[in-house]
């Protein structure tokens, strides 16, 4: 295959997004519809990636292309950028593109008569730039850069509407959150290079399978993996800094949808894949309990949220956990499943919330809304397949990359003993399906109907969306059943995008002595073995779970908020210390804003005593002194030195009178001192 071609379409795909972006912005003060060039940009670049996702289709399972130029270049020194063809690269950039470019669409209307509407599109071109670069990297500095391009534009887009408070704070919140995160990233790329002296991913498995490690410790090659993992809990909002995602809805609606479905949060979990053979078997096993807290902690949350958006953002970070524990049990392929899967059907969430909010005229609490399948049909269609999805049901892509988690957890339990993962997926899959259902059936079923017309009755008609909404909906709808992904509805390890990767199921990485198969006490051939009989042997017993969980979710909404026979007042006052813990988001915020904002107030104000006080009373104090020392050089000056010159001069004048008395000009008186001496002389002399 030629790589040049490859990396021509490449340039392409990569640079159209950032062309739109530039373009829009020069032509918004001469047009107002400057946005269609950011539209036509996006075209080309959905165009250019489904052209490198076709010409390599029948190889993806063994692509592996890298096309790299000397960046800058120093004695002993080269920083290199490029582009990796594989599969995880080629699927995710055109998966990247059809999503950003749906998104883009269904802004043409969501965002029409805002004041800044070609900024917005100039903005989402930049995030899909910024991402595209992360995607087809073939190394961790170019993917740097382009990480903290993707902080910047996320900044930009979620507080778009930056004069009001809440979305500028959000932005803000979000930034720095990320800056933790992305600390932590720069340290562990550096000590990659310091022991590599690359930062190019074959460069780096060449030295693993070599031998070399960071400090000739395995202990480093942990620390490395977790530092690297750092900016991944940072750009996916892993735990701990998680709530920065949730606030982040306080930007446009499609913008939630391109950052929970193709970019900033894919970006972290997309990293790890990427990196995966380098991380140790602790790293993994801190990957793990990391994203178990992660998927865990966010589902307890969302059922007690009443804006439409915050459920769904706390749905993404229970989704996001879910695949982050699975790369950490060795499910690599399953996770980048996950991934995909769920790209699609977080977005039409969160665009089919778009909707809602639009057709309600910017309402966006559910206790507000009811009854809405009436008057927006094509917008429930889509939600109820995605609710489908996401909870895991048969015959949707959900299903099938849900499953294929859930089977890892249990393949991992049956090999080491340890079932808590097990446990927190299995659980995550039902409070997924309690609270979404919940969603779907007070916003378009049941709920606050009486509400919804009474708002009608006072002239605000709610409408279904325009065509240019309603379709990116219909096509990710039809994105999130199980034909696109594999056949089988019941498994998607023989569909194209598994076969594809080639390391779905197994995901053993390469070999080396430092990963996750030291756990099961064998050989890696012998782990590889025994992951492959229980994959088997777990599948069907995991979905039976799976689907079970999911019912028994779907089964509790339905008696709650469908058949409504159970009084949800009775039970919040009954549990009310367990439901404003949930519903305070476990008061993760109010401690960070004790232990981080408080703290760091504190530390400022003691830091301004400490300068206050002392720096600036040692700078006062050696003026003080330094004014007492010259006042003393003064005295000394005036009264010594000068007294001194001044006496010289007094006395010199004193001569010079006495002097003057003797220099009449008169002869007589010269001759007369000529006598005069001439006697004291005899007389002086006489004596002698």
């Given at each position: 295959?030629?790589s040049?071609?490859?990396?021509?379409?490449?340039?392409?795909?990569?640079?159209?997004?950032?062309?739109?972006?530039?373009?829009?912005?020069?032509?918004?003060?001469?047009?107002?519809?400057?946005?269609?060039?950011?539209?036509?940009?996006?075209?080309?670049?959905?165009?250019?990636?489904?052209?490198?996702?076709?010409?390599?289709?029948?190889?993806?399972?063994?692509?592996?292309?890298?096309?790299?130029?000397?960046?800058?270049?120093?004695?002993?020194?080269?920083?290199?950028?490029?582009?990796?063809?594989?599969?995880?690269?080629?699927?995710?950039?055109?998966g990247?593109?059809?999503?950003?470019?749906?998104?883009?669409?269904?802004?043409?209307?969501?965002?029409?008569?805002?004041?800044?509407?070609?900024?917005?599109?100039?903005?989402?071109?930049?995030?899909?730039?910024?991402?595209?670069?992360?995607?087809?990297?073939?190394?961790?500095?170019?993917?740097?850069?382009?990480?903290?391009?993707?902080?910047?534009?996320?900044?930009?887009?979620?507080?778009?509407?930056?004069?009001?408070?809440?979305?500028?704070?959000?932005?803000?919140?979000?930034?720095?959150?990320?800056?933790?995160?992305?600390?932590g990233?720069?340290?562990?790329?550096?000590?990659?290079?310091?022991?590599?002296?690359?930062?190019?991913?074959?460069?780096?498995?060449?030295?693993?399978?070599?031998?070399?490690?960071?400090?000739?410790?395995?202990?480093?090659?942990?620390?490395?993996?977790?530092?690297?993992?750092?900016?991944?809990?940072?750009?996916?909002?892993?735990?701990?800094?998680?709530?920065?995602?949730?606030?982040?809805?306080?930007?446009?609606?499609?913008?939630?949808?391109?950052?929970?479905?193709?970019?900033?949060?894919?970006?972290?979990?997309?990293?790890?894949i990427?990196?995966?053979?380098?991380?140790?078997?602790?790293?993994?096993?801190?990957?793990?309990?990391?994203?178990a807290?992660?998927?865990?902690?966010?589902?307890?949350?969302?059922?007690?949220q009443?804006?439409?958006?915050?459920?769904?953002?706390?749905?993404?970070?229970?989704?996001?956990?879910?695949?982050?524990?699975?790369?950490?049990?060795?499910?690599f392929?399953?996770?980048?499943?996950?991934?995909?899967?769920?790209?699609?059907?977080?977005?039409?969430?969160?665009?089919?919330?778009?909707?809602?909010?639009?057709?309600?005229?910017?309402?966006?609490?559910?206790?507000?809304?009811?009854?809405?399948?009436?008057?927006?049909?094509?917008?429930?269609?889509?939600?109820?397949?995605?609710?489908?999805?996401?909870?895991?049901?048969?015959?949707?892509?959900?299903?099938?990359?849900?499953?294929a988690?859930?089977?890892?957890?249990?393949?991992?339990?049956?090999?080491?003993?340890?079932?808590?993962?097990?446990?927190?997926?299995f659980?995550?899959?039902?409070?997924?399906?309690?609270?979404?259902?919940?969603?779907?059936?007070?916003?378009?079923?049941?709920?606050?109907?009486?509400?919804?017309?009474?708002?009608?009755?006072?002239?605000?008609?709610?409408?279904?969306?325009?065509?240019?909404?309603?379709?990116?909906?219909?096509?990710?709808?039809?994105?999130?059943?199980?034909?696109?992904?594999?056949?089988?509805?019941?498994?998607?390890?023989?569909?194209?995008?598994?076969?594809?990767?080639?390391?779905?199921?197994?995901?053993?990485?390469?070999?080396l002595?430092?990963?996750?198969?030291?756990?099961?006490?064998t050989?890696?051939?012998?782990?590889?073995?025994?992951?492959?009989?229980?994959?088997?042997?777990?599948?069907?017993?995991?979905?039976?779970?799976?689907?079970?969980?999911?019912?028994?979710?779907?089964?509790?909404a339905?008696?709650?908020?469908?058949?409504?026979?159970?009084?949800t007042?009775?039970?919040?006052?009954?549990?009310?210390?367990?439901?404003?813990?949930?519903?305070?988001?476990?008061?993760?915020?109010?401690?960070?804003?004790?232990?981080?904002?408080?703290?760091?107030?504190?530390?400022?104000?003691?830091?301004?005593?400490?300068?206050?006080?002392?720096?600036?009373?040692?700078?006062?104090?050696?003026?003080?002194?330094?004014?007492?020392?010259?006042?003393?050089?003064?005295?000394?000056?005036?009264?010594?030195?000068?007294?001194?010159?001044?006496?010289?001069?007094?006395?010199?004048?004193?001569?010079?009178?006495?002097?003057?008395?003797?220099?009449?000009?008169?002869?007589q008186?010269?001759?007369?001192?000529?006598?005069?001496?001439i006697?004291?002389?005899?007389?002086?002399?006489?004596?002698?």
């Open positions: 295959m030629n040049e071609f490859l990396s021509t379409i490449a340039i392409i795909a990569l640079f159209a997004p950032l062309a739109g972006f530039v373009s829009t912005l020069l032509l918004k003060k001469w047009t107002k519809n400057a946005h269609y060039a950011e539209m036509f940009f996006i075209g080309v670049n959905v165009v250019a990636a489904g052209t490198l996702l076709v010409m390599t289709a029948g190889d993806l399972h063994t692509l592996h292309i890298i096309s790299s130029f000397n960046w800058i270049q120093f004695p002993g020194i080269t920083f290199e950028l490029g582009f990796q063809f594989d599969s995880l690269s080629i699927i995710l950039l055109f990247v593109a059809l999503i950003s470019f749906l998104v883009h669409t269904f802004s043409l209307q969501y965002m029409h008569g805002d004041k800044r509407y070609s900024r917005y599109f100039a903005y989402l071109g930049i995030f899909t730039f910024s991402m595209n670069g992360i995607v087809i990297t073939n190394n961790l500095l170019m993917m740097y850069i382009f990480w903290e391009l993707v902080g910047l534009s996320s900044y930009l887009l979620i507080g778009f509407w930056f004069e009001k408070t809440s979305a500028s704070d959000a932005a803000k919140k979000a930034f720095i959150a990320n800056r933790f995160g992305d600390f990233m720069l340290a562990g790329i550096l000590l990659v290079f310091v022991t590599f002296g690359t930062f190019s991913f074959d460069g780096i498995k060449e030295g693993l399978l070599s031998g070399i490690l960071p400090f000739n410790s395995g202990f480093w090659l942990s620390v490395m993996g977790v530092l690297l993992f750092c900016g991944a809990i940072g750009k996916s909002a892993q735990f701990p800094l998680h709530v920065w995602l949730p606030d982040a809805m306080e930007g446009p609606t499609p913008v939630s949808a391109l950052i929970h479905a193709a970019t900033m949060v894919a970006a972290g979990v997309y990293m790890v990427k990196i995966y053979f380098l991380l140790s078997a602790d790293a993994l096993l801190v990957i793990a309990i990391i994203g807290l992660s998927a865990l902690i966010p589902a307890t949350i969302a059922f007690t009443y804006d439409i958006k915050k459920v769904l953002a706390y749905s993404t970070l229970s989704q996001l956990g879910l695949m982050v524990m699975a790369i950490g049990l060795g499910a392929g399953n996770a980048f499943f996950h991934l995909m899967t769920h790209a699609f059907f977080k977005a039409g969430l969160f665009l089919a919330a778009g909707s809602v909010i639009y057709g309600m005229h910017h309402e966006q609490d559910i206790r507000h809304m009811g009854g809405l399948k009436k008057y927006m049909p094509k917008t429930f269609l889509a939600f109820a397949i995605y609710t489908l999805a996401i909870s895991g049901v048969p015959l949707t892509s959900g299903f099938m990359s849900k499953d988690i859930l089977n890892a957890t249990m393949i991992y339990g049956s090999l080491t003993g340890n079932w808590i993962f097990a446990v927190v997926g659980g995550v899959t039902f409070l997924t399906a309690f609270y979404m259902f919940r969603l779907l059936f007070r916003v378009f079923i049941k709920g606050n109907i009486t509400g919804v017309e009474h708002h009608i009755s006072h002239g605000h008609k709610v409408h279904e969306s325009p065509n240019v909404m309603v379709v990116p909906l219909l096509v990710l709808a039809a994105l999130s059943l199980f034909p696109f992904f594999s056949f089988n509805p019941l498994s998607g390890e023989n569909g194209w995008l598994m076969k594809g990767m080639n390391f779905a199921s197994s995901a053993v990485p390469d070999g002595r430092y990963t996750f198969m030291a756990l099961a006490g050989s890696v051939t012998g782990y590889t073995e025994s992951y492959f009989e229980a994959s088997h042997h777990y599948h069907y017993i995991a979905m039976a779970l799976s689907l079970l969980c999911a019912l028994g979710g779907f089964g509790l339905y008696t709650v908020y469908f058949k409504e026979k159970v009084n007042e009775t039970y919040k006052a009954k549990f009310r210390p367990v439901y404003t813990f949930l519903y305070n988001k476990w008061y993760f915020d109010e401690l960070y804003e004790v232990i981080i904002v408080k703290f760091t107030l504190l530390t400022s104000r003691v830091l301004f005593w400490f300068d206050a006080t002392v720096v600036d009373g040692l700078v006062n104090l050696t003026a003080f002194l330094t004014r007492k020392v010259s006042d003393l050089g003064g005295l000394f000056d005036k009264y010594v030195v000068d007294g001194f010159v001044n006496f010289t001069a007094m006395f010199t004048g004193l001569i010079g009178l006495f002097m003057r008395k003797l220099q009449t000009g008169k002869i008186t010269y001759v007369a001192f000529i006598v005069v001496s006697v004291l002389l005899f007389f002086f002399y006489a004596r002698q």
